[in-house]
């Protein structure tokens, strides 16, 4: 597949993926406003192969999380995808493709939560933290989280 003009700049061959809730609506055509066919795959971690971007190379591993891939472009469930250079993220040499695929929009989302907790002045000896939805992905990742950082948490 060669990329062709006007469309998305990059190609990407996909390593891995996640399985979010969005997701799951988008398999079943019950995400709103779904225009079908869809591919889902709300995250995706990848190598390009073709790229027009002077800030990536073929080769490059990346991340790419949001801008409607899942949704309005078809995500991370594909062999491959065609995709816009400036969505994607290099992905540090620290970090494995598998490692990277692991945190996702899930992880993403939890951190930010837990983040938002601590600028608000919220401190682990101030009392335990609720989590609600705690079997989903953000709030597993917002229990391991919060509890690494020595919260007391009540999940429900």
Request: hydrophobic share 40%.
């Amino acid at each position: 597949v060669k990329i062709q003009p006007g469309e998305c700049d990059m190609l990407v061959q996909v390593q891995y993926s996640t399985l979010n809730y969005k997701d799951a609506l988008v398999v079943t055509g019950k995400y709103p406003g779904l225009k079908p066919p869809m591919v889902g795959g709300i995250d995706l971690v990848g190598k390009v192969l073709e790229t027009k971007s002077s800030s990536l190379k073929v080769g490059d591993s990346v991340v790419v999380n949001g801008w409607g891939i899942g949704t309005d472009h078809y995500g991370g469930y594909a062999g491959e995808a065609r995709l816009k250079s400036e969505w994607a993220i290099p992905l540090p040499s620290s970090l494995s493709p598998q490692c990277a695929a692991k945190i996702g929009t899930a992880g993403y989302t939890a951190m930010l939560c837990v983040q938002a907790l601590e600028e608000n002045g919220v401190k682990p000896a101030d009392g335990k933290v609720l989590v609600t939805g705690a079997t989903g992905g953000v709030g597993s990742v917002s229990i391991l989280l919060l509890s690494q950082l020595g919260y007391q948490v009540t999940a429900v």
